[in-house]
């Protein structure tokens, strides 16, 4: 499985010619003999791949970014199966997500239908994380990394083979929260056809933390299916995934707001050809989303219907042109449009919820031509490079706005904000300018990226790179327009429960990236490999925040939030990755022993002073993992440093230090897999340095302190039981 290509067809050399740059590295990275198809990947200066299916693996269901976790990406405290990735101090839209090769745009003010919400965890065939350094060819509209996952390839077939049928059920269950998790799998497939079916339900109550107290509106369900129609020639396949997701609810403890149904359908249709002059990759895609927020449950309540409604609709052109030996060229076109309608119905009887519906955007769109043209040259066998160039349009408009009533009083509420004092609607009037102006921005963006791979021999791996990427801004930081402040506290997918407030003439934010991977590796009776990257980015016009008042959240006059305006400031990231992996042993008797080891820092500034807001604190993971006949066992230490480094723009909260120690054993029998898991064994209470303040929380204790961090999950016990046919 390790071996697959990006696009997961079985034979990617053969079939499409020389293999990109980031996929070489991934195949070298395999065939490695200490790495085989082992999780905290492998990072090359722009690469961690990790494998999220490989036989053996205990299964999965749930919120595919937690695949994610402790390999380079931390994440985002969001809702249970909706958590935000960072990469590098650069989060959520600043990493492009690949979901089978489709972009997904989160269509919720709060972010809270991110891309990879929309892919459950046992439907992961192939995980890519690309860090800083992308290839244009898998960058664009983005300054951090790539991260690419894809469901797995339809399986044909063998020659001869006759029907193929296969499939597997899958059962989980977590102690903590009464978490449940099913999956099932079927195919069908001839040797030119496969047909499969795959479907996951996964659901939690609140979990608990250390101390054994509920950490309020975190609780969720979430159901996805998908229909995967394969077909293939000598020379060419055609996939075609039609995919559904049914969240009926899921809180969002560090939101004002909870998820109250997002339901969405999608259409993926990707061809690939090899012709006399190369290979061409094409993908169709398309996805509708139906999002509403509000509140379903007595941990967090309240009266607010909000309704988005989203779609996403592009194109991909890929050609790979092997021009000679030692040189290849790629060539792309791609389009991406996404539209928006974000409206708050009026609730009947509310003085300030009404008459009429508040419009936060309507008609919104977003589209984007992309043409890039990228060379691989690999002058002599010591050296690969690679030079792309990235040249993207990127339009935005909206139309007209409205807020709940256009000339009367704001008064208080009851969503958990407060409103300030009775006087003119400062939404009609923000809502007046707006519609005054000209909203239409069209941006030229134009991103390149330098890499050279210095290879002196088999031990070592050296590789060096620039990039220059840009980001136009999204949406709710462009046309968010209330000033008021219920309407400014809906928006903002931090989780600090602060208030937001767009700007129309933002400029995109454009990264300055130097970054290197050096690699060493020994053979012999014990393989090891060791890799150093360190980072450097400088963002200039990064979307930031500017502070422009305060206000008290529910009227509570001992607490003083920010109201802030996206701005363009400039910023610098900086940092240091370090990957470890050693065969500790390999024998008759005690099977084969692995030790794998991640440690990252990670800086975040403004420019002119200050930390920026969820910077994941010095980190350390450390596992060591035995494989002993059916037998699969493993223990991890994770280790996060205090958060002192904060951002005071935001009002961020600080953390403590943790450990936390996972242990889990698999066994194999036939068909079956039983795993056992005990995750946060310690029962540690800690803090998550990036998950915002708890809303929930501050509401259930009266509103009367603070806001608090988010407390993380304490010791859950997981039982999980896989059978294949
Ligand atoms: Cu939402």
């Not at 990036?690 to 302190?705: H, K, P, Q, Y």
């Amino acid at each position: 499985m390790a071996n697959r290509g990006r696009h997961g067809i079985d034979t990617p050399k053969a079939m499409a010619g020389p293999a990109p740059l980031p996929l070489a590295i991934a195949l070298a990275l395999c065939a490695s003999p200490v790495l085989g198809q082992s999780l905290p990947g492998k990072p090359a200066m722009e690469q961690v791949i990790v494998s999220a299916h490989a036989d053996g693996r205990p299964p999965a269901t749930g919120d595919a970014a937690q695949l994610l976790q402790g390999k380079g990406v931390a994440l985002q405290s969001a809702g249970g199966v909706s958590a935000l990735p960072v990469i590098r101090g650069l989060n959520d839209d600043r990493i492009k997500v690949l979901v089978d090769g489709a972009t997904t745009t989160s269509a919720c003010a709060n972010h809270m239908n991110p891309a990879l919400s929309y892919l459950d965890a046992s439907r992961v065939g192939a995980v890519e994380v690309m860090a800083g350094i992308t290839p244009v060819s898998l960058g664009g509209d983005s300054i951090g990394g790539t991260i690419a996952l894809d469901s797995p390839a339809p399986l044909y077939a063998g020659a001869g083979e006759g029907l193929r049928q296969s499939g597997a059920l899958a059962a989980l269950s977590r102690s903590n929260g009464h978490g449940s998790g099913i999956a099932a799998n079927a195919g069908l497939a001839g040797e030119r056809w496969s047909l499969a079916y795959d479907g996951a339900r996964d659901e939690s109550e609140s979990y608990r933390d250390g101390n054994g107290d509920k950490v309020l509106d975190t609780l969720y369900r979430a159901e996805n299916h998908a229909l995967t129609l394969g077909l293939r020639g000598d020379a060419e396949e055609l996939v075609v995934k039609f995919s559904h997701q049914d969240i009926p609810y899921q809180g969002f403890a560090n939101q004002y707001m909870d998820m109250v149904g997002n339901r969405s359908d999608a259409l993926n249709i990707h061809y690939r050809r090899d012709l006399a002059w190369g290979e061409l990759d094409t993908r169709l895609y398309w996805q509708g989303v139906d999002h509403e927020m509000g509140f379903f449950s007595d941990e967090k309540t309240g009266v607010m219907p909000m309704l988005t409604e989203g779609e996403d609709l592009g194109y991909h052109l890929a050609a790979t042109l092997p021009l000679a030996e030692d040189l290849t060229l790629r060539l792309g076109h791609e389009y991406h449009g996404f539209s928006l309608d974000d409206r708050w119905p009026a609730v009947r009887g509310s003085a300030m919820m009404g008459p009429g519906d508040y419009i936060n955007i309507n008609d919104g769109e977003r589209d984007r031509l992309a043409l890039y043209g990228e060379a691989e040259y690999r002058p002599g066998s010591r050296w690969t490079t690679l030079a792309g160039l990235r040249y993207e349009r990127v339009h935005s408009d909206t139309g007209d706005v409205a807020p709940y009533n256009s000339g009367a009083a704001a008064m208080g509420m009851n969503t958990g904000m407060n409103t300030g004092m009775a006087m003119a609607n400062p939404d009609a009037e923000a809502a007046r300018a707006f519609n005054a102006r000209d909203r239409e921005q069209i941006d030229h963006n134009l991103d390149l990226t330098l890499l050279a791979r210095f290879e002196p021999d088999a031990n070592r791996r050296h590789e060096f790179g620039f990039a220059r990427k840009t980001r136009s801004p999204n949406l709710y930081e462009r046309y968010s327009w209330g000033r008021g402040t219920m309407a400014m506290t809906m928006v903002g997918w931090f989780g600090d429960g602060n208030a937001y407030l767009g700007d129309i003439d933002l400029k995109p934010e454009v990264a300055h990236t130097l970054g290197a991977s050096l690699t060493w590796q020994g053979a012999g009776p014990r393989p090891w490999q060791l890799t150093l990257s360190p980072y450097a980015t400088y963002v200039t016009d990064y979307i930031d925040v500017n502070p422009i008042g305060t206000f008290n959240p529910r009227n509570v006059a001992t607490l003083n939030r920010p109201k802030l305006q996206f701005a363009n400031r400039d910023a610098r990231f900086y940092g240091l990755e370090l990957f470890v992996d050693r065969e500790l042993w390999n024998n008759g008797r005690w099977g084969r022993g692995l030790f794998k080891g991640f440690a990252g820092h990670t800086r975040g500034e403004r420019a002119g002073g200050g930390d920026l807001y969820h910077i994941q604190p010095l980190n350390l993971h450390i596992a060591v993992e035995q494989t002993l006949g059916a037998w699969t066992h493993n223990l991890e230490l994770h280790w996060t440093d205090a958060k002192t480094r904060v951002d005071a723009l935001r009002a961020e909260p600080r953390t403590a230090s943790h450990t936390l120690l996972n242990a889990g054993t698999a066994y194999q029998w036939r068909r079956v897999q039983l795993t056992l898991a005990v995750t946060n064994l310690l029962n540690e209470q800690y803090d998550l340095p990036l998950g915002g303040v708890s809303i929930a929380a501050w509401r259930a204790e009266g509103t009367s302190g603070p806001f608090e961090p988010l407390p993380g999950r304490g010791r859950s016990l997981d039982l999980g039981v896989r059978y294949r046919f």
